[in-house]
Nanobody, 128 residues
Framework: QVQLVESGGGLVQAGASLRLSCAVS????????MAWFRQVPGKEREFVAA????????YYADSVKGRFTISKDDAKNTLYLQMNSLKPEDTAVYYC?????????????????????WGQGTQVTVSS
């Protein structure tokens, strides 16, 4: 069973930076497409960023484009989300998710129902 464990969340002021990490168990991480979603209580889970299994393709929600960067280190079985210029509206629980890629290496999965494995989430709070 694949397990995903997020870390790096916290309380920061607007304009600050945070880097989220997601450690993934298993031996086939380089075949996994990954993504970050976030959720605020009472709202649906929202797409943030996705990366292909090859690591060569990425996609971002308009709300974070230019501020957040998704990356993966296959040698460390770890997914990252670098978050810069944080805003109060970025406050949410951030979830790491992944799935085995069954398409070409640069394929991106953008919908939450396409993903198989989910982490427990890490809270990010941005104060104004």
């Amino acid at each position: 069973q694949v397990q995903l464990v997020e870390s790096g969340g916290g309380l920061v002021q607007a304009g600050a930076s945070l880097r989220l990490s997601c450690a993934v168990s298993g031996r086939t991480f380089n075949r996994y497409a990954m993504a970050w979603f976030r959720q605020v209580p009472g709202k649906e889970r929202e797409f943030v960023a996705a990366i292909s299994s090859s690591g060569l393709s990425t996609y971002y929600a308009d709300s974070v484009k230019g501020r957040f960067t998704i990356s993966k280190d296959d040698a460390k079985n770890t997914l990252y989300l670098q978050m810069n210029s944080l805003k109060p509206e970025d406050t949410a629980v951030y979830y790491c998710t992944g799935r085995l890629n069954t398409n070409y290496g640069g394929y991106l999965y953008l919908s939450s129902n396409e993903y198989t494995y989910w982490g427990q989430g890490t809270q990010v709070t941005v104060s104004s």
